[in-house]
């Protein structure tokens, strides 16, 4: 489960050598996130993110707990009682606006580490497994998000409710009949609220429990690295603990400022007035959007206007939108280069810029007014986030040829401060 | 398969068991029964599990609602409740119910004449459930001086689907026409929904 050379877990104290005998938990931990887990030298700081996140989830854990003990899930309190935190309970007004900044940055963070896994080539084999769980963790992220943004039954978590539950009333034959049972009645009301709180307290313990499998299956095959290149020996690593554990501080540092900066500064700057609107089933908010972090995939389930091979425009959209995040499951055998890093693949690396391009644009398209000109954009951009996946990425993994790799991590992280690998013996025993 | 050998209690006479001529069949068919019969358990504890997440009684209360016609001018539409769900009542002017005719029935997306929409005799009183059957927003278009898109129906603010004077879906992602419920006239002014 890890390199041969990996520090080994001697308890010194007495009582630590007797838990160690009876549980070995500190000794997990050592060899997880410890010093007994020896990490390729040459992270960057885009290493910091799967640490952000869990750290974000922590956040999401413990301000959640406490605002389910002033929160009531019913349909004729839930608003009232939002208020009630906002203005009468000590410090609501902290706790809420941290746990509903507290997904943004959730989601921004996982974002950055989706895009990192993409870049340096972190999904491909011996790391599939790594990836497919991580496909997993997002859509229980996304799934858990929608139903919290349900619970303050504002206009926006009313209408979210509504049309997102509808997205399975395109499902022929039986599609009507799920949404209904989904939701417990005809349309959102105390029955949906109430399950929603139900499992948006459940989901996040089932994501920790996924999140350990994810690190779980990281392990065997220890991190990738910017180069993509194997571990070669003992000089190409570092032992976790104090070197990441040093570096992940730095990043956590900078995540609570910009986290800070949110709940302090502008806490309504990601969320939606009309939310502070009590849930009304009679009016439609006149723009309705989802979350920022939703925005893309909503933009690909608006693009299909128009009805294509007997299959309806609102199922087309339905499959588009669930399709393009499975379609991630499928990308660790899309990309068949053997080289991972993108650094060194000239053609692939230009593509992913392209594809981050396009998905800023989705994320616009998703936000902006259904006229004319954002509808054929979003089509553009939703045409070329499938093209991406399933037509260039197989074809410049075949075609393209990858600059000329370092033979070893050490090799490249002495060239780049203009020595040879030779220079340092100590090191390269 | 076991066999006569693993179907010896430890301890117990081997001989007893050969002799005897002991079908370790017998113990595969008590072991798989068993089994599946706490499958059978398992599957049916799920019903319950399930069937709580369908809609409760009161939810399935079969609600109807009366609606008042007489206050509702030509041109003039109103919004009420029927099951939670926004109803939409309109009286439509001479002039929509010819723009509704006038369009060719084959080249609507859900073919519908208004005829078939509306009670006999009573093609004036377009009454449709409120929810766009995209997924499920409040059209536009009932209230006073709200768009009613081009086609001068309804318009569905939420994915741009826009419904004409007889509440057919013209054009957007929505696949269908505005549900129009089952109601009677209980008088010339009043209506029973449901």
Redesign the interface.
Known sequence: MSFPWAKHYEPKQPLMRWLDEKLPLPRLVYNSIGAGYPVPRNLNYWWNFGVLAGVALVCQIITGVVLAMHYAPNALVAFGSTEHIMRDVNGGWFLRYAHANGASMFLFVVYVHIARGLYYGSYKAPREMVWLLGVVIFLLMMATAFMGYVLPWGQMSF?GA??I???F?AIPGVGETIR????????P?N?ALN?FFSLHYLLPFVIAGVIILHIWALHIPGSNNPTGVDVKGEQDTVPFHPYYTAKDGVGVGAFFLVFALLVFFAPNLLGHPDNYIEAN????????VPEWYFLPFYAI??S??F?FLWI????W?VLAMFGSILLLFFLPWLDSSPVRSASYRPKYRVFLGVLLLDVLVLGYVGGAE??ARN?IMGQIASMYYFAHFLIILPWISRSERPLPLPTSITEAVLAKHGETAHAEPALAH | MATVEEAIPPGANPTRYHEEGHDPRRRDFINIAAVAWAGVGAGVIVLPLINQMNPSADVLAQATTDVDLSKIAPGQAIKTIFRKQPLFVRNLTPAEIAEADAVPVSSLRDPQTLEQRTKPGKKNWLITLGVCTHLGCVPLGAGEGENRGPFGGYFCPCHGSAYDTAARIRQGPAPLNLHVPDYTFTSDTTVKVG
Not at chain 1, 180 to 187: K, N, R, T
Not at chain 1, 282 to 288: G, K, M, V
Not at chain 1, 312 to 315: D, E, N, V
Request: hydrophobic fraction near 50%.
């Open positions: 209408w509504q049309v539950t509808g997205f009333s209904v049972w989904l939701l417990g009645g005809f349309a009301d029955a399950r089933p009679l009016s439609t908010p006149a723009h309705i389930l608006k299909f206007t009805n309806p425009a609102k199922l959209g259904p006229i509808v």
